[in-house]
């Protein structure tokens, strides 16, 4: 399974840009990133996912590298409420199986 | 609501007791997920069904034995737990065989063990 790295943790002033960074150097040629985000003691809740071009959607935008051996997300304008943990992942997948195999992630704190 | 709904929300069981907790979603997925979160752990699959085949058992103890009826429904049945198996507890949903949809995780069901 290809394996993610990110920082423990990251301070985001309101109203800044939040840049979250993930390191996925071994990934596959058609394995897709995915970040999550996980509010204190609730389920997961899905951000964006991309595989070679940057996406943006009404909440974040993935930035990947040409390489594909890292990523950013971006929260354009970080809100108390962007205080969660954030998992960066590679989507695994074989011919019968397919999942999200969880790291460690990102703890972001935003402060007014 | 995500359209991932667990129950209970919370239960507390004794090391003798047998329980279920149920997951439910109505996205149209087929394939459901178990994963369990301890304190200040990240997130461990349990198991993986698709097209309602166990096609993963991520080594997990025989006191947790999930089932799934169809592809809508999903259970994972407890007997004789230990104290160190109170978590966090959450299903998921996603379509399998395809990268481009992400998966739906449920609210979760707080598990204590006394």
């Known amino acids: 399974d290809a394996k993610t790295t990110q920082p423990p943790s990251m301070d985001c002033a309101e109203g800044r840009a939040a840049n979250l960074p993930c390191n996925h150097s071994?990934?596959?040629?058609?394995?897709?990133v995915y970040w999550y985000r996980q509010i204190h003691s609730q389920g997961p809740q899905y951000i964006i996912h991309?595989?070679?071009n940057n996406e943006t959607n009404e909440m974040a935008s993935l930035i990947i590298t040409e390489d594909r051996k890292s990523s950013t997300l971006i929260l354009p304008h970080a809100t108390l409420r962007d205080t969660a943990v954030y998992y960066c992942?590679?989507?695994?997948?074989?011919?019968?199986?397919?999942?999200?195999?969880f790291g460690t992630g990102t703890r972001l704190q935003v402060f007014p | 609501e995500t359209g991932v709904t667990q129950t209970p929300r919370h239960l507390v069981m004794g090391m003798t007791n047998k329980k279920s907790l149920k997951c439910e979603q109505h996205?149209?997925?087929?394939?459901m997920y178990w994963y369990k979160q301890s304190a200040k752990k990240p997130l461990e699959l349990m198991f993986v069904?698709?097209?309602?085949?166990?096609?993963e058992n991520n080594s997990v103890p025989s006191r947790f034995s999930p089932e799934c009826p169809n592809s809508s429904h999903l259970f994972l049945h407890l007997h004789t737990l230990q104290p160190e198996d109170s978590a966090l507890y959450l299903c998921?949903?996603?379509?399998?065989?395809?990268?481009?949809?992400?998966?739906?995780f449920g609210s979760g069901t707080r598990l204590t063990v006394v």
């Open positions: 998921a949903s996603s379509y399998s065989g395809t990268a481009v949809y992400g998966y739906t």
């Open positions: 071994t990934i596959s040629g058609n394995e897709y």
């Open positions: 991309g595989l070679k």
């Open positions: 992942i590679v989507r695994y997948r074989n011919y019968n199986t397919d999942k999200l195999i």
């Open positions: 996205l149209g997925h087929n394939a």
């Open positions: 069904y698709s097209l309602e085949e166990r096609v």
